[in-house]
Each structure stands twice: as structure tokens, then as C-alpha cells.
């Protein structure tokens, strides 16, 4: 039957405790019956502290970060599920781990993504994505030029949930330094030392657009707050990405333009500060996993030499499926140590 049958005034017949105390027994008119735990209606009651809505405990992170960051053995998470695991609810606790001893194969990426779900096709193609240098590039990261900070492709509505970098060949020299910093941990501390700021960029969705030839034509928009909170207050993502920030603002934001922009430049400038940026080569045989409505990612330019270049395999994931798949592991780990007990 529909929902708006049953009668709201609804009263059950009987009601009791159970034997034990931890539960409530209803008897409702039909005769169904219903058991609620003591925990459940806790968890249920009108005038309780508001929960965390947040999938996990987020562990926010400094510069200092690098020296104990996650580290995983790629075929040790193809085949072991507490290892995986493990890997999954890292990357969603602090946004950015390291898998090594990958190799230099190309599609490592796809094994990963198909290990946990699936790639998420984009317009730069329908699993995985080839960064490297070209003499006609429909995107600055097919240069050698340096890029700032940023997370990819905020003029999606749904935005990639997880991004994964494979490095197959770097060249030599400085050049190349992949940038890191923990997007939530800039916005915290934007919150906590300029709340004026911080409402500015939580507060007003802004427009981004990008247009061009790649894996296919396209003409993308969408519009989001830099700053994402949920209901309650709490950081739930990031959407930066100056390149491809566009012209248009809401009408709302009218006489107060150069406020925003204030707010916009306060919080670029805290990314690139000591206290939050982090910086490291990636090698050839490694990946890095980043939480890519958290973490938002750069490097230094580079120069290619004779015999030498820099390729990336790239692929996206996303946090419903991947988040899926921990409840599935941690059941399935769960029903296994039953078994064996």
C-alpha cells in the first residue's frame, strides 16, 4: 500500500519491554508487530546531539603529513581483502595514500579500479587516462608547464569521487614535484581564522566550465560552492580549480564581488603556506590515491629532454562504490573470523 494510507494518529494496542530490558515490543492494530532495541531508539529520539554525518572519522593533516602516510604493496591489494580494506578506509579517513611496487605496465590502474567497482568514464575517457606531454594539448596537464593546486573537473555536477595517478616514466631532474595539501585541513583552519572568509566560499556557489576535443567533444558547466557543507556544518568537499573557474557569479553576490574575491585569495594563500603543502616526486612504479573532493593536487613545470618524457595513467573512481565495497569486505572479513571461531 502507499505511504499516506497508514494514519499518522496511529497508536499501537500493546507495549512492553523485553525479559531482558533491551528491547520495545509493539502490538499495532493489524497485529504486526514490531521490536525496537534500546540503541536504536537512543539513536532515534527527538531532542538528541546531532551525529557526524560524515562516512568516517576524517583524520585532517598538515605538511608534515608525508612521513607517515599510508603505504600499500599493489599485489598485495589485489588479492587480500583486509589489505584492501585497510587501503579504502585510509584514503576516506585522510584523502591521500601511496601504493607501490606497481611496476611500469600500462592499465595497472583499470586492475585497481576493477579490484574495487569500476572506472569512472569522463570526457577524457571511458576508463583510463594517458598524461603525458603533446604538441597539441587540449589540457595544461599535456604540458610541461607547472599547475597549481586544484581539484579535477569541478564542472562536473557529480565530481569524480577518487582519483588515481600511476607514474610509468618520469623525467630527470627537479622538475615534476607533485603538490599536495589537505583540502579540509585549509578550509578548517580558513574557519577558524577568518570566518568571514570561510562564509563567502561556503555560502555562494560559483560557475565552472571547460569546452574542447579530447576523448570526445564537450561543453561542461556546473556550479559549486569552493566550500561544500552539509546541514550541520560539517566539511564534506572541496571544489577548486582556477583554470576553469568561470566569468558568472549569483546575482546574490551583488555589491559584494570584491569580498568574495578576498575570500578566494585568503584561501589560495593558506594552500601554498609551509604549514600545508606538501611536496614530492613520484617515481615510476608507484601510484597515488587522492580523495579528490578533498585533496586538491599540482605540480612543478618540467622540461623533456632528448629520450626522456613524462607519462601518467589516470582513472576515476567514485566514493559510492568504493565505499560499498569496504561494507562488503568488512562483512564478508566479519563472517570469515565467525566461521573460524
Known amino acids: 500500500n502507499p505511504a499516506f494510507t497508514v494514519d499518522l494518529n496511529i497508536q499501537a494496542k500493546q507495549a512492553h519491554t523485553s525479559e531482558d530490558g533491551q528491547q520495545l515490543c509493539l502490538t499495532w492494530p493489524d497485529g504486526h508487530r514490531s521490536r525496537f532495541s534500546s540503541f536504536w531508539l537512543v539513536e532515534h529520539s527527538e531532542g538528541r546531539k546531532e551525529a557526524s554525518r560524515l562516512p568516517v572519522e576524517q583524520r585532517l593533516w598538515k605538511s608534515d603529513y608525508y612521513n607517515s602516510m599510508a603505504r600499500f604493496d599493489f599485489e598485495t591489494l589485489m588479492i587480500d581483502d583486509g589489505s584492501l580494506l585497510e587501503f579504502i578506509m585510509h584514503l576516506d579517513s585522510c584523502g591521500l595514500v601511496l601504493v607501490e611496487n606497481v611496476g611500469t605496465a600500462v592499465k595497472e590502474v583499470r586492475r585497481l579500479c576493477e579490484r574495487i567497482s569500476f572506472p569512472r568514464p569522463s570526457v577524457y575517457g571511458h576508463d583510463v587516462i594517458k598524461v603525458e606531454a603533446t604538441p597539441n594539448p587540449s589540457n595544461l596537464a599535456y604540458t610541461g608547464l607547472g599547475l597549481p593546486l586544484h581539484t579535477d573537473v569541478p564542472y562536473y555536477g557529480y565530481v569524480p569521487g577518487i582519483q588515481i595517478f600511476h607514474c610509468i616514466q618520469q623525467p630527470p631532474g627537479t622538475g615534476g614535484m607533485s603538490h599536495f595539501c589537505d583540502g579540509f585541513s585549509v578550509a578548517s583552519k580558513l574557519r ?150
Open 192 to 341: 577558524d581564522t577568518n570566518p568571514a572568509a570561510f562564509h563567502m566560499l561556503s555560502q555562494y556557489a560559483i560557475q565552472y566550465v571547460d569546452a574542447g576535443k579530447d576523448f570526445l567533444d564537450f561543453s561542461m558547466e556546473s556550479w559549486h560552492t569552493p566550500i561544500k557543507l552539509n546541514r550541520i556544518g560539517e566539511i564534506t568537499a572541496i571544489y577548486f580549480n582556477n583554470h576553469v573557474r568561470g566569468s558568472r557569479y549569483p546575482a546574490s553576490l551583488n555589491g559584494r564581488l570584491l569580498e568574495w574575491y578576498e575570500a578566494y585569495y585568503a584561501f589560495s594563500r593558506l594552500m601554498y603556506t609551509p604549514e600545508f603543502l606538501i611536496e614530492f616526486k613520484l617515481e615510476p612504479g608507484q601510484m597515488v590515491v587522492v580523495d579528490n573532493q578533498r585533496m586538491l593536487h599540482g605540480r612543478s613545470g618540467f622540461v623533456l629532454e632528448d629520450g626522456h618524457y613524462r607519462y601518467l595513467e589516470v582513472a576515476y573512481l567514485d566514493w559510492d562504490e568504493t565505499r560499498s565495497k569496504a561494507r562488503v569486505l568488512k562483512a564478508k572479513i566479519n563472517a570469515d573470523s565467525n566461521v573460524e571461531q
